[in-house]
T-cell receptor
Framework: AQSVSQHNHHVILSEAASLELGCNYS??????LFWYVQYPGQHLQLLLK??????LVKGIKGFEAEFIKSKFSFNLRKPSVQWSDTAEYFC??????????FGQGTTLQVKP | DTEVTQTPKHLVMGMTNKKSLKCEQH?????MYWYKQKAKKPPELMFV???????INESVPSRFSPECPNSSLLNLHLHALQPEDSALYLC??????????????FGPGTRLLVL
């Protein structure tokens, strides 16, 4: 069965530090990949998505992600985090069934 | 506009009550979804509607009853819930469902507490 795994469950960073959150998926066919963010008390928002083309995808708020097919990975990066980036981050993948499969999420805490 | 709205924002109900959650989108999307999310956990898919017809039921207990009155509205009727059903209920929509390059847009959710 298709699955998504996020390696980091809880990440604590200081402001201005660089961020990389790992995401791996287990589906070998055509897959669409997403990163969603959930700020405290708010709804899930789309950060970025990959369908095809350039494997380096740029999203909102300075986030980017790189799709590496050989590693089944879609890691999220940001060069310099801010306190306002404190949130829960979910990687997700959809396959040919159309279902969205979420990873377990990573809690990011940015210290001012 | 990628807005999905949900009402109410909060709901407290007893185990014998009947209540309904509502979801609305005006993006012309033809697929709508219900998810359940527990604290610090990812959303779990419950139901998918495609063109106003139920296409996926993820073995959800019958005390949850979805309804899609038209292409813009999605309801979730609740009856005889259990305390463990307390969670954030999220609605989402996408242009279509199935094997396409679809992006799901989520509403703010209804936070449900069952006493």
């Amino acid at each position: 069965a298709q699955s998504v795994s996020q390696h980091n469950h809880h990440v604590i960073l200081s402001e201005a530090a660089s961020l990389e959150l790992g995401c791996n998926y287990s589906y070998g066919g055509t897959v669409n990949l997403f990163w969603y963010v959930q700020y405290p008390g708010q709804h899930l928002q789309l950060l970025l998505k990959y369908f095809s083309g350039d494997p380096l995808v740029k999203g909102i708020k300075g986030f980017e992600a790189e799709f590496i097919k050989s590693k089944f990975s879609f890691n999220l990066r940001k060069p310099s985090v801010q306190w306002s980036d404190t949130a829960e981050y979910f990687c997700a993948a959809s396959s040919n069934t159309g279902k969205l499969i979420f990873g377990q999420g990573t809690t990011l805490q940015v210290k001012p | 506009d990628t807005e999905v709205t949900q009402t109410p924002k909060h709901l407290v109900m007893g185990m014998t009550n009947k209540k309904s959650l509502k979801c609305e989108q005006h993006m012309g999307h033809r697929a709508m979804y219900w998810y359940k999310q527990k604290a610090k956990k990812p959303p779990e898919l419950m139901f998918v509607y495609s063109y106003e017809k139920l296409s996926i039921n993820e073995s959800v207990p019958s005390r949850f009853s979805p309804e899609c009155p038209n292409s813009s509205l999605l309801n979730l009727h609740l009856h005889a819930l259990q305390p463990e059903d307390s969670a954030l209920y999220l609605c989402a929509s996408s242009q279509e469902s199935g094997p396409r390059r679809e992006t799901q847009y989520f509403g703010p959710g209804t936070r449900l507490l069952v006493l």
